[in-house]
């Protein structure tokens, strides 16, 4: 085994690097991709403004001279979890090569998908629930047509998923008409997470 060049870059990351790693061949080309880092500080500053008047409500409701240990608690106990939560989203990525994909969840859970399940990789614009708006949805899709891996326009952008099909290898359809919920669930109920495989309404 020889040491042969892996090209990895960091999709909306803000920057790419060039490693080497032992590999046969020409090398191995591993794209890592990453979820938008502005969307990590616009949830963060959505928790705080629900925080700050939590913290508001226990020092006027509670005796103002026994409130500030529960207060103080409250706000350290909330600090903690916003913090387990910023590393989490921090460490979450995607890494993509011709071997197959590897996801690394918000969670810490990871799952691999192999090149030889995935057929194709399909793009579609998805309209948000009571909304005229879309957002770019990508399903990597297993030979047996049933979604392996997405990704939502809310966490990753075009650019990041314009690189998954190439790097994979495999054919990209992109649907021209845009499509609800409902008539992906209607169409395609195996691209959808199991939640979204029933309507409210039913």
Not at 10 to 33: K, N, P, W, Y
């Amino acid at each position: 085994m020889s040491a042969a060049p892996m090209n990895t870059r960091s999709g909306d990351a803000g920057g790419s690097f060039i490693g080497t790693a032992a590999a046969g061949g020409d090398g191995l080309r591993v794209i890592t991709l990453r979820p938008r880092r502005s969307l990590g500080w616009s949830y963060g500053l959505a928790l705080t403004a629900l925080v700050v008047p939590l913290l508001a409500a226990e020092l006027w409701i509670l005796d103002p001279q026994k409130a500030w240990p529960i207060v103080a608690a409250t706000a350290a106990m909330l600090g903690v979890v916003l913090g387990l939560a910023w590393v989490a989203y921090r460490r979450a990525h995607v890494s993509v090569s011709r071997y197959g994909i590897v996801e690394r969840g918000f969670f810490g859970s990871t799952t691999t998908v192999a090149a030889r399940d995935v057929a194709r990789v399909l793009r579609l614009q998805l309209y948000r629930p009571n909304s005229l708006d879309t957002t770019d949805e990508l399903f990597v899709v297993c030979r047996g047509g049933r979604g392996r891996f997405r990704m939502r326009g809310r966490f990753w952008d075009a650019p990041t998923m314009d690189l998954v099909a190439e790097t994979l290898g495999v054919d990209e359809t992109t649907r021209s008409e845009p499509v609800t919920l409902a008539e992906l669930r209607e169409s395609d109920p195996s691209l959808l997470y199991w939640f979204e495989r029933r309507s409210l309404l039913a």
